[in-house]
């Protein structure tokens, strides 16, 4: 587990708020990996897309026609906050299964400012744009009367539990699948089993890469879910 502890960049053992760590490091890295995909390689806008042009092209489109299916019209104004949490994370994902990199999606503490983020910001969307009437979403009035109470009981406590599980969700499978990528490496030492051993890690790695696409696609759609229900608590 030791690939997981935040270390600072210029010696000692002291991590203060004003640190630079690994953590830091590659969590900027992630904001480059950003700007050169979504700015540097779409400056040209050309007719005939590069291979960077037409990856950008094709993130915004997919991220765009999500919002539009989930949130629908009503949630296409925020798009760029969402296609911002997508790209973060599919960035971070990514640049954490380069060899000597840093995970920083596999911390909680990262991944529960963007989930208490999201969870934050449409609550207070969900009672802006509809008052008292946001309360309507824990009310589950197609159930007998006499459940209903209980069913709105039910439904608040997942309500608050949404940030724990949206931030978990992606740190422990950063984290699980980093390891027993770590625990596969290890093996391969061992003369005996190293040919089994260095399958497996190819094996891992490639399901890795699948999943930190998967996770980030994971991610995305539920913010696009809960903004739904900030905007439309009746449905």
């Known amino acids: 587990m030791d690939q997981f502890i935040i270390k600072p960049l210029f010696g000692g053992d002291v991590v203060n708020w004003y640190t630079p760590t690994n953590s830091t490091l590659w969590l900027f890295l992630a904001i480059l990996a950003i700007i050169g995909l979504m700015v540097l390689t779409t400056s040209r806008r050309a007719i005939v897309p590069s291979r960077g042009q037409s ?32 790209l973060f994370i599919l960035c971070a994902n990514f640049l954490g ?30 009672f802006v744009k509809n008052g008292a009437s946001f309360l309507s ?59 089994i051993a260095i399958i497996g890690v190819v094996a891992i790695y490639g399901l890795e890469v699948l999943v930190s696409a998967i996770q980030a696609y994971v991610f995305t759609i539920l913010t696009c879910v809960y903004l739904k229900d900030a905007l439309h608590p009746h449905h």
Do not use: C
Request: proline share 6%; aromatic share 14%.
């Open 97 to 126: 299964l380069i060899p000597m990199s840093f995970t920083t999606t596999s911390h909680i503490a990262v991944t529960a400012v963007m989930g208490f983020g999201v969870f934050i910001a449409v609550t207070v969307l969900g």
């Open 137 to 195: 979403l824990f009310w589950v009035s197609a159930a007998p009367l006499p459940l209903r109470p209980i069913l709105a009981i039910i439904e608040l406590i997942s309500y608050f539990v949404r940030p724990v599980s949206h931030s978990i969700r992606l740190a422990g499978n950063m984290m699980a699948g980093h390891a027993v990528l770590k625990v596969f490496a290890g093996f391969a030492q061992v003369a005996a089993v190293a040919p």
């Open 55 to 86: 990856i950008a092209e094709l993130a915004y489109g997919f991220v765009y026609k999500m919002v539009e299916d989930v949130t629908g019209k009503d949630g296409i104004k925020y798009f760029p906050y969402i296609m911002t949490l997508f």
